[in-house]
Protein backbone atom coordinates (compact mmCIF):
# COMPACT_ATOMS: atom_id res chain seq x y z
CA UNK A 1 0.00 0.00 0.00
CA UNK A 2 1.51 3.15 -1.17
CA UNK A 3 1.57 6.01 2.21
CA UNK A 4 3.03 9.44 1.95
CA UNK A 5 3.33 11.20 5.57
CA UNK A 6 4.50 14.47 6.10
CA UNK A 7 5.98 15.96 8.70
CA UNK A 8 7.76 19.47 10.01
CA UNK A 9 4.98 21.63 9.58
CA UNK A 10 4.65 24.47 12.52
CA UNK A 11 4.03 28.16 13.19
CA UNK A 12 6.87 30.44 12.16
CA UNK A 13 7.35 34.40 11.88
CA UNK A 14 7.19 35.52 8.43
CA UNK A 15 11.12 35.89 7.40
CA UNK A 16 11.58 32.41 9.03
CA UNK A 17 12.25 29.12 7.60
CA UNK A 18 11.11 25.57 7.88
CA UNK A 19 11.94 22.17 6.16
CA UNK A 20 8.92 19.76 5.77
CA UNK A 21 9.99 15.96 5.11
CA UNK A 22 7.62 13.36 3.23
CA UNK A 23 8.53 9.93 4.11
CA UNK A 24 7.35 7.28 1.36
CA UNK A 25 6.26 3.99 1.58
CA UNK A 26 4.70 0.64 -0.46
CA UNK A 27 6.52 1.99 -3.93
CA UNK A 28 10.07 2.28 -5.39
CA UNK A 29 10.12 6.04 -4.61
CA UNK A 30 13.58 6.35 -7.06
CA UNK A 31 10.68 5.09 -10.10
CA UNK A 32 9.02 8.17 -9.82
CA UNK A 33 9.08 12.08 -9.86
CA UNK A 34 7.37 13.73 -6.98
CA UNK A 35 5.67 16.89 -5.61
CA UNK A 36 4.61 19.78 -3.52
CA UNK A 37 1.41 20.70 -3.76
CA UNK A 38 -0.34 23.47 -1.57
CA UNK A 39 -3.75 24.69 -0.24
CA UNK A 40 -4.36 27.70 1.62
CA UNK A 41 -7.23 27.45 4.23
CA UNK A 42 -10.55 27.51 2.51
CA UNK A 43 -9.29 28.00 -1.07
CA UNK A 44 -7.94 25.69 -4.10
CA UNK A 45 -4.99 23.89 -5.08
CA UNK A 46 -1.33 25.26 -6.05
CA UNK A 47 1.17 23.62 -7.44
CA UNK A 48 4.43 24.32 -5.72
CA UNK A 49 7.34 22.55 -6.97
CA UNK A 50 8.38 19.06 -8.37
CA UNK A 51 11.21 16.89 -8.81
CA UNK A 52 12.38 14.27 -11.37
CA UNK A 53 12.78 10.74 -10.14
CA UNK A 54 16.97 11.03 -9.80
CA UNK A 55 16.91 14.50 -8.76
CA UNK A 56 18.45 15.89 -12.01
CA UNK A 57 15.47 18.21 -12.49
CA UNK A 58 12.96 20.42 -10.57
CA UNK A 59 10.77 22.88 -11.25
CA UNK A 60 8.69 25.76 -8.98
CA UNK A 61 5.96 27.82 -9.48
CA UNK A 62 6.84 31.38 -9.89
CA UNK A 63 5.44 32.34 -6.41
CA UNK A 64 8.22 30.39 -4.52
CA UNK A 65 11.42 30.14 -6.90
CA UNK A 66 14.08 31.55 -5.44
CA UNK A 67 12.97 30.92 -1.79
CA UNK A 68 12.10 27.09 -1.45
CA UNK A 69 13.77 24.34 -2.56
CA UNK A 70 12.76 20.79 -3.28
CA UNK A 71 15.27 17.84 -3.11
CA UNK A 72 14.93 13.57 -2.09
CA UNK A 73 17.09 11.10 -0.77
CA UNK A 74 15.91 7.82 -2.60
CA UNK A 75 17.94 5.47 -0.18
CA UNK A 76 15.92 7.38 3.04
CA UNK A 77 12.59 6.96 0.57
CA UNK A 78 12.20 10.37 1.67
CA UNK A 79 11.17 13.93 -0.34
CA UNK A 80 11.32 17.36 1.20
CA UNK A 81 11.14 21.03 0.74
CA UNK A 82 13.01 23.75 2.25
CA UNK A 83 10.90 26.59 2.49
CA UNK A 84 12.57 30.10 3.56
CA UNK A 85 12.23 33.73 3.58
CA UNK A 86 8.52 32.82 4.53
CA UNK A 87 5.17 35.03 4.11
CA UNK A 88 1.87 35.01 5.38
CA UNK A 89 0.53 34.24 2.20
CA UNK A 90 2.70 30.65 2.58
CA UNK A 91 0.16 29.57 4.97
CA UNK A 92 -1.47 26.34 3.62
CA UNK A 93 -1.53 22.62 4.17
CA UNK A 94 1.30 21.43 2.10
CA UNK A 95 0.92 17.87 0.09
CA UNK A 96 3.77 15.50 -0.62
CA UNK A 97 2.62 14.30 -3.81
CA UNK A 98 3.46 10.98 -5.76
CA UNK A 99 3.51 11.37 -9.71
CA UNK A 100 4.63 8.94 -12.43
CA UNK A 101 7.59 8.67 -14.71
CA UNK A 102 7.89 12.51 -15.80
CA UNK A 103 6.91 15.37 -13.76
CA UNK A 104 3.93 15.89 -16.98
CA UNK A 105 1.77 13.21 -15.33
CA UNK A 106 -1.25 13.08 -12.91
CA UNK A 107 -0.69 12.09 -8.97
CA UNK A 108 -2.01 9.32 -8.45
CA UNK A 109 -0.89 9.43 -4.26
CA UNK A 110 -1.15 12.27 -2.08
CA UNK A 111 -0.26 12.40 1.45
CA UNK A 112 -2.57 14.00 4.48
CA UNK A 113 -0.68 17.15 4.52
CA UNK A 114 1.13 19.24 7.48
CA UNK A 115 0.22 22.86 8.33
CA UNK A 116 2.44 25.55 7.76
CA UNK A 117 1.21 28.96 9.04
CA UNK A 118 3.47 31.80 8.52
CA UNK A 119 2.27 34.29 10.89
CA UNK A 120 3.51 36.89 13.84
CA UNK B 1 0.72 29.37 -17.51
CA UNK B 2 -1.98 27.62 -18.65
CA UNK B 3 -5.05 28.85 -16.91
CA UNK B 4 -7.91 26.04 -15.78
CA UNK B 5 -11.16 27.76 -15.25
CA UNK B 6 -14.53 25.86 -13.86
CA UNK B 7 -17.59 26.20 -13.90
CA UNK B 8 -20.02 26.50 -12.03
CA UNK B 9 -18.08 26.54 -8.83
CA UNK B 10 -20.90 25.08 -7.10
CA UNK B 11 -24.00 23.52 -7.42
CA UNK B 12 -26.87 21.81 -5.15
CA UNK B 13 -28.37 18.54 -6.51
CA UNK B 14 -30.55 15.86 -5.34
CA UNK B 15 -29.76 12.04 -4.85
CA UNK B 16 -29.80 10.56 -7.95
CA UNK B 17 -29.76 13.20 -10.52
CA UNK B 18 -27.50 13.31 -13.01
CA UNK B 19 -24.60 15.67 -12.39
CA UNK B 20 -22.09 17.98 -15.14
CA UNK B 21 -19.83 20.19 -14.51
CA UNK B 22 -16.83 21.71 -17.26
CA UNK B 23 -13.38 23.03 -17.05
CA UNK B 24 -11.70 25.04 -19.71
CA UNK B 25 -8.19 25.23 -20.68
CA UNK B 26 -6.81 28.79 -21.37
CA UNK B 27 -5.17 26.77 -24.91
CA UNK B 28 -4.79 23.43 -26.11
CA UNK B 29 -4.05 20.79 -24.07
CA UNK B 30 -4.66 17.72 -25.96
CA UNK B 31 -6.39 15.33 -23.24
CA UNK B 32 -3.99 15.89 -20.33
CA UNK B 33 -6.31 16.42 -18.27
CA UNK B 34 -6.97 14.77 -14.83
CA UNK B 35 -10.02 15.28 -12.48
CA UNK B 36 -9.59 15.02 -8.57
CA UNK B 37 -12.31 14.87 -5.75
CA UNK B 38 -11.54 16.04 -2.64
CA UNK B 39 -13.84 15.41 0.46
CA UNK B 40 -13.93 17.94 3.58
CA UNK B 41 -10.83 17.81 5.44
CA UNK B 42 -8.98 14.97 3.14
CA UNK B 43 -6.97 15.15 1.15
CA UNK B 44 -7.71 15.02 -3.47
CA UNK B 45 -7.69 12.00 -5.15
CA UNK B 46 -7.54 11.28 -8.46
CA UNK B 47 -10.47 9.98 -10.22
CA UNK B 48 -10.43 10.38 -13.82
CA UNK B 49 -6.90 10.61 -16.04
CA UNK B 50 -6.35 11.26 -19.75
CA UNK B 51 -9.52 13.20 -19.84
CA UNK B 52 -11.34 10.05 -19.97
CA UNK B 53 -9.61 7.31 -18.05
CA UNK B 54 -10.98 6.00 -14.85
CA UNK B 55 -8.65 4.95 -12.18
CA UNK B 56 -8.99 1.44 -10.83
CA UNK B 57 -11.86 1.61 -7.82
CA UNK B 58 -13.69 4.17 -9.14
CA UNK B 59 -17.13 3.74 -9.34
CA UNK B 60 -18.99 3.81 -13.00
CA UNK B 61 -21.09 6.83 -12.03
CA UNK B 62 -18.41 9.18 -13.00
CA UNK B 63 -17.01 10.15 -16.22
CA UNK B 64 -14.98 12.49 -17.77
CA UNK B 65 -15.16 13.72 -21.27
CA UNK B 66 -13.56 16.30 -23.92
CA UNK B 67 -10.32 17.26 -25.73
CA UNK B 68 -8.57 20.77 -26.51
CA UNK B 69 -9.81 23.22 -24.55
CA UNK B 70 -13.20 21.76 -23.28
CA UNK B 71 -13.76 19.36 -20.93
CA UNK B 72 -16.66 18.23 -18.97
CA UNK B 73 -17.07 15.76 -15.91
CA UNK B 74 -20.29 13.83 -14.71
CA UNK B 75 -21.97 11.79 -11.93
CA UNK B 76 -24.96 9.77 -13.82
CA UNK B 77 -26.64 9.31 -10.13
CA UNK B 78 -25.35 11.64 -7.36
CA UNK B 79 -25.03 9.90 -4.31
CA UNK B 80 -24.83 11.02 -0.50
CA UNK B 81 -20.81 9.74 -0.53
CA UNK B 82 -20.25 12.41 -3.42
CA UNK B 83 -20.36 15.24 -1.43
CA UNK B 84 -16.92 17.08 -2.79
CA UNK B 85 -15.13 19.66 -4.05
CA UNK B 86 -13.90 18.33 -7.80
CA UNK B 87 -10.56 20.08 -9.77
CA UNK B 88 -9.18 19.39 -12.79
CA UNK B 89 -6.08 20.13 -13.38
CA UNK B 90 -3.74 20.27 -16.68
CA UNK B 91 -0.42 18.09 -16.98
CA UNK B 92 0.38 19.52 -20.58
CA UNK B 93 2.68 21.83 -19.50
CA UNK B 94 4.45 22.85 -15.99
CA UNK B 95 3.54 24.46 -14.19
CA UNK B 96 1.05 21.89 -13.84
CA UNK B 97 -2.40 24.00 -13.26
CA UNK B 98 -5.47 22.87 -11.11
CA UNK B 99 -9.00 24.46 -11.47
CA UNK B 100 -10.21 26.59 -8.85
CA UNK B 101 -13.05 23.86 -8.37
CA UNK B 102 -16.85 23.02 -8.39
CA UNK B 103 -18.70 22.24 -4.59
CA UNK B 104 -20.88 19.61 -5.15
CA UNK B 105 -23.42 19.79 -2.53
CA UNK B 106 -26.81 17.50 -1.79
CA UNK B 107 -30.25 19.64 -2.51
Known amino acids: EVQLVESGGGLVQPGGSLRLSCSAS????????MHWVRQAPGKGLEYVSG????????YYAESVRGRFTISRDNSKNTLYLQMSRLRPEDTAVYYC?????????????WGQGTLVTASS | DIQMTQSPSSLSASVGDRVTFTCQAS??????LSWYQQKPGKAPKLLIS???NLETGVPSRFSGSGSGTYFTFTISSLQPEDIATYYC?????????FGGGTKVEIK
Open chain 1, 97 to 109: VKGQPTLLDPFDY
Open chain 1, 26 to 33: GFTLSTYS
Open chain 1, 51 to 58: ITSNGDDT
Open chain 2, 27 to 32: QDISNY
Open chain 2, 50 to 52: VAS
Open chain 2, 89 to 97: QQYDNLPLT
